[in-house]
């Protein structure tokens, strides 16, 4: 399906049983400037006997905020046995479509991978090998799931800790295959790109020119962790993607190099865990940097006042195109670590969008802290990254 005709939807964060009561009051307190225009729900949790009570779908979308789906369960990497395409769950399928129709959801997006053969999941996210045939199978599965859900889709680039020997092609040629076979969109992790750069010895803004960023819809920052070590097998790698730390200033770097390239249509903080007393508010402070990024482009494309009243009132009337921009040299030239300036992002907190647990000297103080350990992962992705070239 089409996807350049898709509205603009803005910044959002997913929305976890941990934090779900802190958004809610924040959009209660809200005013039309909130840092959150959209949520984003793993679709698995909410359907079928047993999912967890979707009482505040109804409300939050009467409150004019998108809820849009990210799945894991999908396994658009898994190939048919005997087939032309994969036997589908159907259980999974007819349970997310009736959950995609109520929240009326723009589109619906999973990852890269394999995780079930047959009738039996994995609970993990596997890597798919980069070959023409298997551009094929995913390709054939994501027509499929189009056709079914009648909305489009998007597939994610994965983080990978192991690879499957020699390649038959390279990672972002076989990501271009796929978009090229199935004409569907791309949900571009830009942390995923970090990791997999560092971990597996490459360059991640040249990896990202090779991209067809044109069709990046939606785009997922998260935080990593790094000299990770497993507790089960003793197995170590240099960073792992986490989604339970700040997002680090390379990535942030990294996602203003893009989309200073293509326009997007949604962009993601996602934190899965680690959620702190005050993770909330460190959570309105990094979606504050992510939102300055965002604003700095608008700016330098000197949108009409008309335009730029349009995306602060009702982000998601806009229509935006998907041709890429000219890249400005000085913009990104600039040094990662200037992102972390409280100046550099012009969105003010809300003080009365703030739970009322909380306050503004915690912020601060949050901040310091999570300034502080943003220092320290640019020393170290820094120096990570320039021993590769």
């Not at 005013?31 to 006997?49: M, R, V």
């Not at 054939?140 to 009648?150: A, C, G, P, T, W």
């Not at 972390?340 to 912020?363: C, F, H, W, Y």
Request: hydrophobic share 40%.
């Amino acid at each position: 399906m089409l996807t350049n005709k898709l509205k603009f939807y803005g910044l959002g964060i997913g929305l976890r049983d941990e934090i779900q009561k802190d958004i809610l009051n924040y959009l209660e307190a809200s005013s039309t400037q909130t840092l959150i225009q959209w949520l984003e729900i793993i679709p698995e949790n909410y359907i079928n006997n047993g999912g967890l009570p979707r009482k505040h779908f109804q409300e939050v979308l009467a409150k004019g905020i998108p809820l849009i789906p990210h799945g894991v369960n999908l396994s658009i990497g898994s190939a048919p046995q005997n087939k032309k395409r994969l036997e589908f769950d159907f259980y999974l399928l007819k349970g997310l479509k009736e959950l995609f129709q109520e929240i009326k959801a723009p589109w619906f997006s999973d990852h890269l991978v394999n995780s079930r053969i047959g009738s039996h999941y994995f609970q993990e996210l596997i890597p798919v090998p980069f070959t023409k045939e298997a551009a094929e199978v995913v390709a054939n599965n994501i027509k499929y799931l189009e056709d079914y859900f009648q909305i489009p889709f998007l597939f994610e680039n994965p983080s990978y800790y192991t690879t499957y020997g020699l390649r038959e092609l390279r990672e972002q040629t076989f990501i271009n295959l796929v978009l090229e076979k199935a004409r569907c969109g791309f949900l571009l992790d830009i942390n995923n790109v970090l990791v997999n750069s560092i971990n597996h010895k490459y360059l991640p803004k040249p990896f990202l020119d090779d991209l067809d960023l044109r069709k990046v819809v939606q785009v997922h920052l998260g935080g990593l962790k790094r000299g990770y070590t497993s507790k089960l097998t003793g197995h170590s790698i240099k960073v792992l993607d986490s989604h339970s730390e700040p997002v680090s200033d390379v990535a942030l770097d990294l996602f203003s190099y893009v989309i200073k390239k293509t326009k997007v249509k949604a962009v993601l903080l996602e934190r899965d865990a680690n959620f702190s007393e005050e993770g909330f508010l460190g959570l309105l402070y990094e979606l504050k940097q992510i939102r300055g990024i965002m604003d700095s482009k608008y700016d330098s494309e000197e949108e009409s006042e008309t335009e730029k009243t349009k995306l602060a009132t009702n982000p998601t009337e806009n229509i935006i195109s998907t041709e890429p921009v000219a890249l400005e040299t000085e913009a990104n030239n600039r040094t990662a670590s200037s992102l972390i300036d409280n100046k550099a992002a012009n969105v003010n907190i809300n003080p009365a969008a703030i739970p009322s647990t909380s306050s503004i000297p915690a912020i601060m103080a949050d901040n310091d802290l999570i300034k502080n350990q943003l220092a320290n992962d640019l020393d170290f992705l820094n120096e990570e990254l320039s021993d590769l070239g």
